[in-house]
Nanobody, 123 residues
Framework: QVQLVESGGGLVQAGGSLRLSCAASGRAFSSYNMGWFRQAPGKERDFVAAISWNLITTYADSIKGRFIISRDNAKSTVYLQMNSLEPEDTAVYYC?????????????????WGQGTQVTVSS
């Protein structure tokens, strides 16, 4: 299992922005597929965005173009730039890693998970 560590969460006003980071251990980051999920209290864990090893991106319909996922293989890090944040975006955000040609929207396809970082958006 690869160790993943998220950072960058916090409290922001509606309409504001945050940039989440996820740093991965190991020496094969460039071959990994990476995803972001989120879970609000009392709700299921939902897909947010994913980026493949060859830079194909996938986004949840719910973010409506507000978020951008990217990666820096030299730093073994994946990012989630979140703009125009809404109170409905409040959740714990998790970074995940998958190998192989799995559906990026399916949480069960991922092999490793971080501990999560809290994002709170006030109205």
């Amino acid at each position: 299992q690869v160790q993943l560590v998220e950072s960058g969460g916090g409290l922001v006003q509606a309409g504001g922005s945050l940039r989440l980071s996820c740093a991965a251990s190991g020496r094969a980051f460039s071959s990994y597929n990476m995803g972001w999920f989120r879970q609000a209290p009392g709700k299921e864990r939902d897909f947010v965005a994913a980026i493949s090893w060859n830079l194909i991106t996938t986004y949840a319909d719910s973010i409506k173009g507000r978020f951008i996922i990217s990666r820096d293989n030299a730093k073994s890090t994946v990012y989630l730039q979140m703009n125009s944040l809404e109170p409905e975006d409040t959740a714990v955000y998790y970074c995940a890693l998958r190998l192989g040609n799995f559906n990026p929207r399916f949480s069960g396809a991922y092999d490793s998970w971080g501990q999560g970082t809290q994002v709170t958006v006030s109205s």
